[in-house]
């Protein structure tokens, strides 16, 4: 593609305003942010008067905005679904956060949408284009750590002060499993594959807020001999790494799926010739997804891995949910 994309925005959650905004904005030969949509019109203005663009005081108008192309949606979970059909629908693109949808069914249904009109369907882990996982993979790839035999990956943090946040909300697609959990699962398909199960499960469930809170699981291949064991929550000391263990070494690094653009990652290299850290250069990994996002436009092989990537994540999402052994 050589011409801008006209962008615009369904919700103006926090994280889009702190993260996704200013990367969408700061891509000026890549996209055109024509519009923010918002349910209240006083955010609309809000919105409009903070990133000095159009506001619009419901999703359905900016659907109808005349030149418009693709759609970013940060939006509670439960809400994705609806809205990602609309805009397949009306031939948009979209970069939805995650997880894509609540149910394999609901993914399934879009995927087949999106695929018949030759559309983009992509769900947003940025830390998939931050160069310290580049970095990571050539570790593996090269045989510095030797024949990799499993990961293990965890992202948790404290409680969240208000209640009412959404992520304690059944009703809105809430609990730790889609929220965090999503994000050492996607992971895993990145040094492991797609053709993966889950062989075991387990979850803490609020019996009050009806929301899994923590959890974790067991993944491995199909058909070889590779393993991941994950671990999330919300009731968790702070945790937000990555370790892989091989035959001759192992790595792992303290800030793999959520680093802020100034953040300096630290990688840890440990090999019979003994340990070395390895201060990380900061990286812009949102800016990085949205230019992948503006190839995958106009790149069918790009959509259809996207495509099935977005399928092994709901299923094993749903494989954890059913294996879950549930304690409160």
């Given at each position: 593609?050589?011409?801008?994309?006209?962008?615009?925005?369904?919700?103006?959650?926090?994280?889009?305003?702190?993260?996704?905004?200013?990367?969408?904005?700061?891509?000026?030969?890549?996209?055109?942010?024509?519009?923010?949509?918002?349910?209240?019109?006083?955010?609309?203005?809000?919105?409009?008067?903070?990133?000095?663009?159009?506001?619009?005081?419901?999703?359905?108008?900016?659907?109808?905005?005349?030149?418009?192309?693709?759609?970013?949606?940060?939006?509670?979970?439960?809400?994705?679904?609806?809205?990602?059909?609309?805009?397949?629908?009306?031939?948009?693109?979209?970069?939805?956060?995650?997880?894509?949808?609540?149910?394999?069914?609901?993914?399934?249904?879009?995927?087949?949408?999106?695929?018949?009109?030759?559309?983009?369907?992509?769900?947003?882990?940025?830390?998939?284009?931050?160069?310290?996982?580049?970095?990571?993979?050539?570790?593996?790839?090269?045989?510095?750590?030797?024949?990799?035999?499993?990961?293990?990956?965890?992202?948790?943090?404290?409680?969240?002060?208000?209640?009412?946040?959404?992520?304690?909300?059944?009703?809105?697609?809430?609990?730790?499993?889609?929220?965090?959990?999503?994000?050492?699962?996607?992971?895993?398909?990145?040094?492991?594959?797609?053709?993966?199960?889950?062989?075991?499960?387990?979850?803490?469930?609020?019996?009050?807020?009806k929301v899994d809170i923590w959890g974790g699981g067991y993944l491995k291949?199909?058909?070889?001999?590779?393993?991941?064991?994950?671990?999330?929550?919300?009731?968790?000391?702070?945790q937000c790494n990555i370790e892989l263990w091989g035959s001759k070494g192992?790595?792992?690094?303290?800030?793999?799926?959520?680093?802020?653009?100034?953040?300096?990652?630290?990688?840890?290299?440990?090999?019979?010739?003994?340990?070395?850290?390895?201060?990380?250069?900061?990286?812009?990994?949102?800016?990085?997804?949205?230019?992948?996002?503006?190839?995958?436009?106009?790149?069918?092989?790009?959509?259809?891995?996207?495509?099935?990537?977005?399928?092994?994540?709901?299923?094993?999402?749903?494989?954890?949910?059913?294996?879950?052994?549930?304690?409160?």
């Open positions: 593609m050589g011409s801008r994309i006209n962008f615009g925005i369904i919700g103006g959650s926090s994280f889009a305003q702190r993260s996704m905004i200013p990367a969408i904005q700061g891509l000026k030969n890549h996209f055109n942010l024509i519009g923010i949509a918002s349910r209240s019109g006083q955010k609309a203005e809000e919105l409009s008067e903070k990133f000095n663009v159009p506001g619009f005081a419901s999703y359905e108008t900016l659907l109808e905005t005349e030149g418009l192309q693709a759609v970013y949606i940060p939006l509670p979970n439960s809400l994705h679904f609806e809205w990602i059909e609309k805009c397949l629908l009306k031939g948009l693109h979209v970069l939805v956060e995650k997880s894509l949808a609540c149910s394999p069914q609901e993914v399934e249904s879009l995927i087949t949408i999106a695929g018949e009109r030759g559309l983009a369907l992509m769900e947003n882990f940025q830390f998939r284009f931050h160069s310290q996982l580049a970095y990571i993979k050539s570790l593996v790839a090269d045989g510095t750590i030797g024949e990799l035999r499993c990961l293990r990956s965890s992202f948790g943090f404290p409680p969240f002060k208000d209640k009412d946040n959404i992520r304690y909300n059944a009703s809105l697609g809430g609990g730790a499993l889609l929220d965090a959990g999503a994000y050492p699962i996607r992971i895993t398909q990145e040094f492991l594959g797609t053709d993966l199960l889950v062989e075991a499960s387990n979850m803490s469930f609020d019996d009050e807020l291949q199909r058909s070889g001999s590779l393993f991941s064991e994950i671990a999330f929550g919300f009731d968790n000391y702070y192992k790595v792992s690094t303290n800030r793999i799926f959520t680093a802020p653009i100034d953040f300096k990652p630290t990688i840890v290299l440990e090999t019979s010739d003994g340990t070395k850290s390895i201060i990380w250069e900061s990286d812009n990994a949102y800016q990085n997804m949205l230019q992948y996002f503006y190839t995958l436009v106009a790149e069918e092989e790009k959509r259809e891995r996207e495509n099935l990537s977005n399928k092994v994540q709901a299923n094993l999402i749903q494989q954890l949910r059913e294996k879950a052994t549930l304690t409160t």
